[in-house]
């Protein structure tokens, strides 16, 4: 599944202006007067023209606004240095909200677009957010969809048919790929399914 970034706007090419400057994004394609794609982040952000006072949607009596708003959703922009990247974007027009901080995973900027959005800047420090995941729970629940998350990589190995406890054991190998490079074995361990087994098509074999 791809992800595609929409972002209402009141101005086009005011926010064309503003993406470009403070985000270093560049034009892709043109959608008629209604909408430009811009490029360069690591999934395209569609900015659509929405005049203010219209209807947010059908089922809501909100209508569009580009005062300063809560932004449930909001966009992160992770940056290797966060107060030049902060700095080029409050000189594009946006507003740093509160001032940087510091956490134990890296720095966090809370910011502010001119069309009333809500917008961080990240710089990650150490192994990022791998500083604070409690891994006691993390590494027995990872699966494929969060690998990425986690920057692991996780292989399920079928062990030994036990015909006498009627039961399959497996061996998981959970092997933690750090960002540094290095491999670390975290867990090895054989995990009893009591669970009625099938009966084998060969050895090995489920």
């Not at 400057?21 to 360069?40: C, I, P, Q, T």
């Not at 507003?95 to 809500?118: C, N, S, V």
């Amino acid at each position: 599944m791809n992800l595609l970034v929409n972002l209402d706007v009141d101005d086009l090419e005011k926010a064309v202006r503003f993406c470009g400057s403070a985000f270093g994004l560049k034009v892709g394609r043109r959608f008629g007067a209604f909408g430009v794609e811009m490029l360069g982040s690591s999934t395209p952000i569609c900015l659509l023209v929405k005049s203010p006072g219209t209807p947010a949607s059908d089922a809501t009596l909100q209508r569009r606004s580009y005062e300063r708003h809560w932004t449930p959703v909001h966009l992160d922009f992770v940056v290797d240095e966060i107060e030049p990247a902060v700095d080029k974007a409050v000189l594009a027009g946006a507003r740093l909200e509160q001032p940087i901080a510091t956490y134990q995973w890296g720095k966090l900027a809370l910011m502010a677009d001119p069309f009333g959005h809500g917008f961080c800047f990240v710089q990650f420090l150490g192994r990022g957010y791998d500083e604070i995941v409690d891994w006691r729970w993390s590494l027995l629940r990872v699966d494929s969809s969060r690998r990425s998350y986690f920057a692991g990589v996780v292989n399920i190995r079928l062990g030994i048919y036990s015909q006498k406890r009627r039961q399959f054991r497996w061996q998981a190998n959970l092997i933690l790929r750090l960002r540094n490079g290095k491999q670390s074995s975290l867990l090895r361990q054989w995990l009893d399914l009591r669970l009625p087994a099938p009966v084998p098509t060969g050895h090995g074999a489920l």
